[in-house]
């Protein structure tokens, strides 16, 4: 059984797995200027637990890409709209200690909300990273992103990581992410991998929790639907025609759809025809719980 020591946080299960685990940003700078002063690099995953294997492949991939290795557990309040479920967010800090204690993890930061914003998150300053953030996620989720960029400039100025790892499962955060380091200048490699996907295809996220069993059976028509418009377009149907048939065959199923769109992989413009590298994105929503999905595609 594991259990959490009085004062340093430390996680320690049967086996004698030990993760040190830190609140405060003090505690946090403190391993960073010592693994700092040694020539030691550092990789961060900043995540808002509930990890799964998507996650854990980046934990996997960063361990190899530096010296150390953070993870960050903060369930940001700033990126959720009001009618949004930061609430109901699943909360899973002990599950996600006991699963990141199984990498060569040198140490979690999982800050309370006060620590992050401790004038509130009204008043803080923000950092808007402009044009990406106000289309397709950021369209629908007003605020979504300056919340994210805010956070994520935040744990880097706490960390001071080397390299960052990112999902591209959230296609759209990775390229604001990208763009806030070019613009800010910000002396950080930001790495990406592929989405994780279970065995039928439906993308590895935090949200799937909230599907009900048949809701969960439904979901991977979000990822068919993604696949088809890939595979016609590659067949040389027009993707203007596939994506309405996706959005159609979306909403006959039950789901309430946001867009399905095809965008220039680089910047998410819309595409001319001599654009090839694409990427097809869709959000829609299948009773409360709201589902993203991307597939990357080459046109010949
Ligand atoms: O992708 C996420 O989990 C979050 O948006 C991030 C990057 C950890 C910022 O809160």
Known sequence: MAHFQAHNMS???DSGISLETVETIVQLRARIQHWKSMGESIALVPTMGNLHDGHLALVKAAAESCRRTVVSIF??????????????????????????????VDLVFAPTIAEIYPQGTETTTQVI????????????RPGFFTGV????????????PDIAWFGEKDYQQLLV??????????PIEIHALPTVREVDGLAMS????????????????????????VDSSQQGMAYHYAVVHACQELDEAGFMTDYVVVRR????????????????????????????????????
Not at 75 to 104: A, C, W
């Open 75 to 104: 369930v940001n309040p700033m990126q959720f709209g009001k009618n949004e479920d930061f609430d109901t967010y699943p909360r899973t800090l002990r599950d996600d200690i006991q699963k990141l204690s199984h990498y060569p």
């Open 177 to 186: 992410i990208r763009q806030m380091v070019r613009d800010l200048a910000l």
């Open 129 to 140: 990273v402009q044009g990406l953030s106000d289309i397709l996620e950021g369209e629908h």
């Open 149 to 160: 960029a805010t956070v994520v400039n935040k744990l880097f100025n706490i960390v001071q």
């Open 265 to 300: 992989r680089e910047d998410l413009e819309v595409p001319s025809e001599h654009d090839k590298s694409l990427i097809v994105l869709a959000a829609a929503h299948l009773g409360d719980t709201r589902l993203i999905d991307n597939l990357a595609f080459e046109l010949m």
């Open 206 to 229: 935090s949200r799937n929790n909230y599907l009900d069993e048949k809701q969960r059976r439904l979901a991977v028509k979000l990822y068919r639907c993604l696949r088809h418009v």
């Open 11 to 13: 996680l320690v299960d």
